[in-house]
């Protein structure tokens, strides 16, 4: 049971352009939101997180929204760059960030 | 520098063989995690501890144990009764109530 589901597995933008990484999630229970960055053969690195008493979150050019009522979340990356090429993967958990559910990967292909 | 450490980079066991994997910060923080990530799925939480001589059972600990003797050190142990133990392995730390900071990984490859 998929509790968390980026239904993208890859996604491919040019340069510049804005990426939108999506997340939908099952588990009502979730409040917390996290947004990873992987490399391959790496750690995940944090790269933003939404508690749900907001809708919007930003931080630099990465901004994730939060749909409480469609138990939806996007990351927006403005402008893409080539070195935002990896794999995303968003995470969900109840109250704090101490037992995260992640989702299977988003993988985003900057293009030049 | 502070951060999370895990050794050795690539393991390689033969089936039957127990294995350990080792995980270690230096950031003070209170709670560890061990995820196994496999080809095309997302993380999967295998064990947690939340303060030092505490730990609990995550969504897949069958065939792992764990320890944690110490607060900066939370050793995965991978028994021989796991039964597709190949993975890419992460260990994470986190301060009380904040996000999950995550080592480089550990591949391990059964022969």
């Known amino acids: 049971d998929q509790q968390v589901k980026q239904n993208s597995p890859s996604l491919s933008v040019q340069e510049g352009r804005i990426s939108i990484l999506n997340c939908d999630y099952t588990n009502s229970m979730f409040d917390y939101f996290l947004w990873y960055k992987k490399y391959p053969a790496e750690g995940p690195t944090f790269l933003i997180s939404?508690?749900?008493?907001?809708d919007k979150n930003e931080d630099g050019r990465f901004t994730v929204f939060l749909n409480k009522s469609a138990k939806h979340l996007s990351l927006h990356i403005v402008p893409s760059q080539p070195g935002d090429s990896a794999v995303y993967f968003c995470a969900a958990s109840t109250g704090t960030a101490s037992k995260l559910t992640f989702g299977t990967g988003t993988r985003l292909q900057v293009t030049l | 520098d502070g951060g999370i450490t895990q050794s050795p980079k690539y393991l390689f066991r033969k089936e039957g063989q127990n294995v350990t994997l080792s995980c270690e910060q230096n950031?003070?923080?209170?709670?560890m995690y061990w995820y196994r990530q496999d080809p095309g799925q997302g993380l999967r939480l295998i064990y947690y501890?939340?303060?030092?001589?505490?730990?609990q059972k995550g969504d897949i600990a069958e065939g792992y144990s764990v320890s944690r003797e110490k607060k900066e050190s939370f050793p995965l142990t991978v028994t021989s009764a796991q039964k597709n133990p190949t993975a890419f392995y992460l260990c994470a730390s986190s301060p009380s109530q904040d996000t999950q900071y995550f080592g480089p990984g550990t591949r391990l490859t059964v022969l």
């Open positions: 950031l003070n923080h209170d709670a």
């Open positions: 501890s939340q303060i030092v001589n505490d730990f």
């Open positions: 939404i508690s749900s008493i907001k």
